[in-house]
Nanobody, 124 residues
Framework: QVQLVESGGGLVQAGGSLKLSCTASGRTLSSYWISWFRQAPGKEREFVASISYTGDMTYYTSSVKGRFTISRDNAKNTVYLQMNSQRLEDTAVYYC?????????????????WGQGTQVTVSS
């Protein structure tokens, strides 16, 4: 069993930056492919970014490419999402999710564990 806890969310002005963390307990995170998803009010949860077991492969949805960076520190059992140049449309609850099987996956049901989410609000 893996417990995921997100942190780092908050209120930021448009153009600003936030860094989210996803910390795992229960098992080592290095055995899991980790993704970040987000869900805005009234919308479906959507894929944001993903990182492979060792961090050698990363993937981003087009709307955040060049602005967001996913990274991981397996020694700290933590995955990060650095969010720069934030836009109003980045406002959402951000979730991290863990998946043991290898490969990029967009489907929510393919993930084994989820965190509780952290709110990110971008203001004008």
């Amino acid at each position: 069993q893996v417990q995921l806890v997100e942190s780092g969310g908050g209120l930021v002005q448009a153009g600003g930056s936030l860094k989210l963390s996803c910390t795992a307990s229960g098992r080592t995170l290095s055995s899991y492919w980790i993704s970040w998803f987000r869900q805005a009010p009234g919308k479906e949860r959507e894929f944001v970014a993903s990182i492979s077991y060792t961090g050698d492969m990363t993937y981003y949805t087009s709307s955040v490419k060049g602005r967001f960076t996913i990274s991981r520190d397996n020694a700290k059992n933590t995955v990060y999402l650095q969010m720069n140049s934030q836009r109003l449309e980045d406002t959402a609850v951000y979730y991290c999710a863990a998946r043991q099987r290898v490969g990029l996956e967009y489907a929510l049901g393919e993930y084994d564990y989820w965190g509780q989410g952290t709110q990110v609000t971008v203001s004008s």
